[in-house]
């Protein structure tokens, strides 16, 4: 392959996406999400449990294995999700990238908010435990702050507080049985002071989302296509997470890739989805950060491929090494485009960022040793593999 002038990154990790199979294929499917991570320079995705049925014993792990086996483009792995009783399943997780706990009602019936749950299933798990870390009882404590009709209000009810207080409680248990957590899509300003005071067995991730768009602006130009849990917050959140991000106090930067058909996503609020797709604009959207001197191409490597191989224990992977698999994304820090709704594999067909303009793009993506993506072509077919811990 002909690279002059571009840069050659390690293969590019993204921590948490959902990809809907089985039981909401209509959303997404293992295969178009993972040739949608391609397509956008990611070699490497860790899926999360809420699926229909919710992966949550090692049969259901198994079956996403297997059906990954078939179909994926980029390499892979599955978390098991925790229930207030599937504990013995917890304990025996052998060959997957950890555990997923729902602490705040974002989805399915994956909810886990009793404490006498949490112990013990600190207790049971011996791999990293990646945490939603909402509080359910403020969440609805604050339902009266939900309006109708209006997407805005939706951090206010999802506050600050709703955050801040599940992740202090979810730290506390984490050192009180020296467990490792991963705390995902960390959101306020609050979290990110409390967090790097942990950084022993803590780590937490950021999303490129909560970086690049803020409230009130994306609720007033978007609508309930920037609708997530936990929401976009408003400036000052937005700056302390760039801190964090400046003084490598955030460990990753994860998409939370969550699509939802545009169709969902534009009834009235509050009976749309949260979620947006973001697996592929997750590279993009941070290189262009990286040309506005945001951070440093050194920095993102540092948080898409060595922390995550470092935190949950993968093999061989986050490094260009001799004796390392060869995963390579291959960007072009000076290309402009502009990211259109046309260029997403997803099955949702949409992004939030339609018409956003970036510099720096990746033009190839190599799994495994073969060209799969090459100048906006899918070139190979599946080859993805499944990660080893």
Same mark, same amino acid.
């Given at each position: 392959? #002909?690279? @002059? ?13 959902? %990809? ?16 949608? =991570? ?7 995705? %860790? ?22 086996? !078939? ?5 892979? /792995? ?7 009783? *599937?504990?013995? +399943?917890?304990? *025996? ?46 969440? @609805?404590?604050?339902?009266? %702050? ?9 951090? %206010? ?13 979810? $730290?506390?248990?984490? #050192?009180?049985?020296?467990? !490792? ?9 609050? +979290? ?16 490129? &989302?909560?970086?690049?768009?803020? =409230? ?10 920037? &609708? ?34 545009? +169709? ?6 509050? &009976? ?7 697996? &592929? ?11 506005? *001197? ?7 490597? *540092? ?42 594999? /997803? ?25 799969? $993506? ?5 070139? +190979?077919?599946?080859?993805? !593999?499944?990660?080893?811990?």
């Amino acid at each position: 392959i #002909e690279a @002059n002038g571009l840069h050659l990154l390690p293969g590019i990790i993204d921590d948490q996406v959902h %990809f809907r199979e089985p039981g909401l294929t209509h959303k997404e499917t293992i295969e178009s999400g993972s040739r949608s =991570a391609v397509a956008g320079g990611i070699t490497t995705f %860790f899926e999360m449990p809420n699926t229909k049925p919710a992966t949550i014993t090692s049969e259901r792990l198994n079956q996403k294995f297997d059906i990954a086996s !078939k179909t994926s483009l980029a390499n892979y /792995s599955f978390f098991l999700g925790a229930t207030p009783d *599937n504990f013995s +399943e917890i304990a *025996n997780m052998k060959d997957n990238c950890g555990l997923k706990i729902f602490m705040g009602s974002s989805t399915g019936d994956l909810l886990v908010d009793s404490d006498v749950a949490l112990d013990e299933i600190f207790k049971q798990c011996n791999k990293v435990i990646a945490i939603h870390s909402e509080d359910e009882d403020i969440l @609805n404590l604050r339902k009266k %702050f939900i309006k109708k009709g209006d997407v805005s209000s939706h951090p %206010f009810w999802r506050n600050e507080e709703c955050a801040m207080s599940s992740t202090r409680r979810v $730290v506390k248990i984490a #050192e009180r049985y020296n467990k !490792k957590i991963h705390v995902l899509h960390v959101t306020t300003k609050e +979290e990110v002071e409390f967090l790097s005071r942990y950084k022993g067995n803590v780590s937490f991730e950021i999303t490129p &989302q909560h970086l690049t768009i803020s =409230a009130p602006d994306c609720y007033n130009k978007l609508g309930s296509l920037s &609708q997530m849990n936990p929401p976009i917050r408003d400036k000052k959140h937005q700056d302390m997470l760039w801190k964090a991000v400046k003084d490598g106090i955030v460990d990753t930067i994860g998409s939370d890739h969550a699509p939802h058909s545009l +169709e969902n996503k534009k009834k009235e609020y509050p &009976q749309t989805p949260s979620g947006m797709p973001g697996v &592929q604009t997750l590279v993009p959207l941070m290189l262009n950060h990286i040309n506005n *001197n945001k951070l440093t191409l050194k920095q993102f490597v *540092n948080l898409v491929c060595e922390n995550p191989t470092r935190i949950f224990g993968i093999k061989n992977k986050g490094q260009i090494k001799e004796g390392f698999d060869a995963d390579l994304t291959i960007v072009d820090m000076n290309m402009k485009k502009v990211i259109k709704n046309e260029w997403i594999a /997803s099955k949702c067909g949409w992004t939030p960022f339609d018409g956003y303009e970036v510099k720096g793009f990746p033009l190839g993506t190599i799994v495994n040793g073969k060209a799969i $993506v090459w100048d906006g072509k899918l070139i +190979e077919k599946a080859s993805g !593999k499944p990660l080893r811990f």
